[in-house]
DNA sequence: TCGATACGCAACGGTCGCGTTTCATAATAT
DNA sequence: ATATTATGAAACGCGACCGTTGCGTATCGA
């Protein structure tokens, strides 16, 4: 018994599949979502072309285009801000001039926007794009909320999923119905602002 | 010179075009839209066989799926509810609780999702959405909010803006990464007392 | 070296929707 | 009646992708 017959992973014979075409076809397909098409839109033929690879390469590893959509989604690696500010409003503001930033980047909007309206049609999609992208950070933000309830900067009372709901509906609502350019830059902290005259004690 | 001929718009001879032909194929687009299908998966083929129609019928009308679709959001009559309750708060609640029973409805869930999601794509079917079913909204809940201010029930420097955004952006954002069924009955109500609290004077 | 597997590439037959045309028929004005 | 336009149906050639296959080459373990 040879030392890799005794690995975990029996390594089957022949020339391994190759890790870089893995990246450039999740690459590829994130840059044709990133440019506005829908799943439905997205052709299997473009993203070879894209990532330089031949369509069997792509079949050998996903037996239809949500497995590949979810498993690019899933490689999305959420930067989460730290939000380890001195105040609750400190955090938030940081918190949402992030969504705000990534809001303007093309690639994001549209990565975002298939998410968002395309549930209904690929529910495993939003599904799996729900756990990567939006609970870390809503699990983030009530962090944030909860400590300012414990250290009495927020009402013992509030209620934290309305919370958030107001904090992140509210820079979505701004970021969607608005050009890129009439978006004051002071937008977070006017969000939280006006959203912790209702948050505090009192 | 006959009444015919003098009448605004000269009718051509022959036969007159079909209206119902032409509500017909309005509709159909509409409900294929609403099953899902985003803009560019509406096919003409598709519609003319829901409607009942030959496909010339439809490209005599118009040269291009945008026209069509931009002219079927603009007959989506926005049925703004009245909101001239007693006070304030029961008006936001009144409309708020519009906005959630409509996001029920898998019809207007996905047409709204088309606007808002394909605006980059297609910006003059969203352009278009944008002023046949939100601006009218919007007008109607600053209404309520600018009498709020005149008489008292609402800080005189309230953010106009910013609070309408807070209550669609909130309600929007809990309609959105909600199922349905864990929607709670009372939550136009929670959304606006949770507002109100910032927006109150004093 | 040899067997096995993956690679990029090109071609396959098949489906779908495109936008156009033709056809027989229907509806309207003169 | 006759001229004119619209209607639904069917068929056209075209192009985009589909998912599969065969090819020669590359990369691995034994």
Redesign the interface.
């Known amino acids: 018994m040879t030392m890799q017959q005794m690995e975990g992973a029996a390594r089957p014979a022949g020339r391994p599949r190759s890790e870089k075409a893995e990246k450039a076809i999740i690459e590829a397909a994130l840059d044709i979502l990133g440019e506005?098409s829908?799943v439905?839109?997205l052709s299997i033929e473009a993203i070879a072309a894209r990532a330089g690879v031949g369509k069997t390469t792509i079949y050998r590893r996903w037996t239809n285009k949500e497995d590949l959509v979810v498993d690019a989604l899933a490689s999305l690696k959420p930067p989460i801000p730290p939000l380890k500010g001195a105040s609750v409003r400190d955090d938030l503001v940081a918190y949402l001039q992030v969504v705000r930033s990534e809001s303007i980047h093309?690639r994001t909007?549209?990565i975002m926007?298939?998410a968002?309206?395309?549930?209904?049609?690929h529910p495993r999609v939003a599904e799996r794009f729900?756990e990567i992208a939006?609970k870390p950070r809503q699990a983030a933000v009530r962090a944030v909320l909860e400590r300012g309830m414990a250290n009495g900067e927020l009402r013992a009372d509030l209620?934290v999923e309305?919370?958030m709901?107001?904090l992140?509906?509210?820079?979505?609502?701004?970021t969607?119905?608005s050009s890129d350019d009439d978006l004051p830059a002071d937008l977070a902290e006017?969000?939280v602002d006006?959203?912790?005259?209702?948050?505090r004690p009192g």
Chains 1, 2 share one sequence.
Not at 116 to 121: A, E, G, L, N
Not at 168 to 174: A, I, K, L, V
Not at 194 to 199: D, H, I, Q, V, W
């Open positions: 506005g829908g439905s839109e093309v909007r549209c926007n298939i968002m309206s395309q549930s209904d049609r729900h939006i209620d309305m919370a709901a107001i992140s509906g509210t820079m979505m609502w701004r969607k119905w006017r969000i006006e959203a912790l005259r209702g948050f």
